[in-house]
């Protein structure tokens, strides 16, 4: 970031890289996942699996019955009905021929049955002892047969499927107490720049909020966020910053990431290490800076806050799945009749917000603002982004578009 | 449920409530949401909020510079470019004709000035001291008014909004520090039946799953989960084990809520306190008990472990949201084509599990099983389910679909 272009870099980015082409670059920086760690089940919900999960038993382990009622012989109840039951003698343990033997949901199937006649289909002859079956059952009625939900030995889980509720439950049935999955990687987040405060601002100064926001988006993604004092615009104060949180596993700047005199970080990256990416083709918030210090991914994101969310979301929540050796999940969607045309550059990837509206049983997006990285209320007031690919100029009102709810709720 | 109709109704259900209908009763019995807490903001995620919020402040609070560059007044550019460009002189502090003043973005827009010009657009004349200004700005240009994001008096958020990182960034900047959100409700999750055990299950027994997966979802919508002891088929034991957890806000059992000679909980219930709907016109998973006892909502869930998760997330997602004042968000849905086709009952509301797969660039949904309430696997190895309504008989392959995914991650 230095050297004879640094005049001309001055006023403005000479290319900015595509999205696609600054993850890639990042991606390859990010070259393995962290170690992983071995947890309880009961601690394993939305952790990312590091190992293969096999089935060592078979689930159900043993023949079982799925219904109250008798066990028996299929071919003693052929032909039976309510006119004309099938009569039977129940048995202890053992079932023979027009032997029945009294089961319950779940209960082993016992020898010599081959169903399950439901408690409501049998008729108990008090003075007699017998049992009058009015439906005839085929072989296999009602029986949950060994292996009948997962066969011993089947493949359930690959390396990283992240973990969800039932799975634990999938898990815990076939046998699994403890799992391997990717440690939680930790990031350092610093929030840069003289004018910010943490309260009572003076003109000129403004309330921190970017490294409040990322670091809570850290949580959601899994990461450890670790939320450090602000840091004012000086080299030296910014590199020390950096330096200490080089034992996080990604550190994450907000602020100071453009090419102002004022903007110190990337040439700070620069000097620890190396610059991946310096200008992204996305808007808003094009400044930002991917770097690599000592093996550590150094995301150095815009200080505008709209310009800082679309960064994290499409750098930093990467970045945490990757080190936890997962892909990032898609974003949940919906598809929406745009209200208004979205303007975008062509070669850009522009990220709309958008406010969405019941109307006339249509789902209508309608653009929050037409810019302004600046504008927080943009974000936070809407209830997702459209994506305007690069090799669009712009979206025409009354398009269904796919509205990215990159914040979702459980 | 004693009485007269106790031998027919072993027999099965006599009637069985809708889904809406069942929620309705429910809701009905949750009141009111639960008390409500002051969180400092950088705990509030996810949390729900309880007070409407008014922005104390304007955001930004003053003029400020969008951009790096001189603030000066507009008309004096008026007409330049880079072959005739307008020069004016530099000043300290206050802008008067031809005059401009340093800025950089965040900078207060000092007085007398109405835009900022970019610095690219500005050559420094090191000899005479003079700024040769090289493209004209508007009145306004380049400069976020006090109040653009956010206006002193605008009402930001209303009571029931589920709180996002981004939310928590705005908040923060309109002078909040702390906030009113709805308490996290506590539940007690209880398993039960005499077949389950914690681990090495002897045919005839069960591995314990329901309560695990159900303790996992309540920390995902937003409850604190305490995750009991397996409790045997004894109306004394279940009794005292309901008993107990009255303290909490809500009490879940998973196993014994049909009509079998077994299933003793809805009993239990009614002695307590009083049954709401047992058995719901649902599937998988129609032997549910809805009640109250004490005020407190009792969920009897059904032992079959997609049952349990159907009904959990039926009736304990929205009674988790409801206690904390919101309302249950919408599950995030995708669109796919239905491989083949669901087989459903009219009057039944089914939830039939499917696996999605892009296929020649069109997303494919495949029922995972035909049938098996028992069948764990075919929950947690699919990407979400497929919703029939009652008004239909099922669903021919071929049609577009909604997926929801009950269990997202973030």
Redesign the interface.
Known sequence: MSGPDRQRK???FRERTRVADARRRLREAVDAPLESERLP??EA??RVLAETVTAAMD????D?A?M?GYALRAEDTFGATARSPAVVRTAEDRVGPERAVRV?????IPEGADAVVM??DVVELEATGELEVEDAVAEGENV?PAG???AEGQE?YEPGH?L???????L??V?R?RLAVGRRPTVGVIPT?E?LVD???E??E?????G??????V????GRAT?REIVTDDAEALRAAIQRDLTKDVVVTTGGSSV???DLIPEVIDGLGEVLVHGVALKPGHPVCLGLVEDTPVLALP?Y?VAC?VNAVQFLRPTIAWLQGAEP?PH????ARLERKIASEPGTRTFARVALERRDGDLVATPTRAS?A????????ADGWVVVEESREGIPGGERVAVE?W????
């Open positions: 001055e006023a403005g089940l009961g919900d939305g689930v159900p382990h043993y079982r799925a109250d319950h949901t779940g209960s082993e408690i409501e949950a009948e939900d997962v359930l992240r969800r509720p039932s799975d634990l439950g999938l815990r049935s046998g107490e720049g004018e309260r009572d601002p003109p000129g403004i309330v921190e909020t970017n409040l926001t990322v670091s809570r988006l949580g959601r993604w899994g939320y102002g005199e004022r200080g806050p969310i999940a949940p969607t919906r598809t302004g600046g504008v927080l209320s943009s974000v936070a007031l709810n914040e979702p709720s459980g």
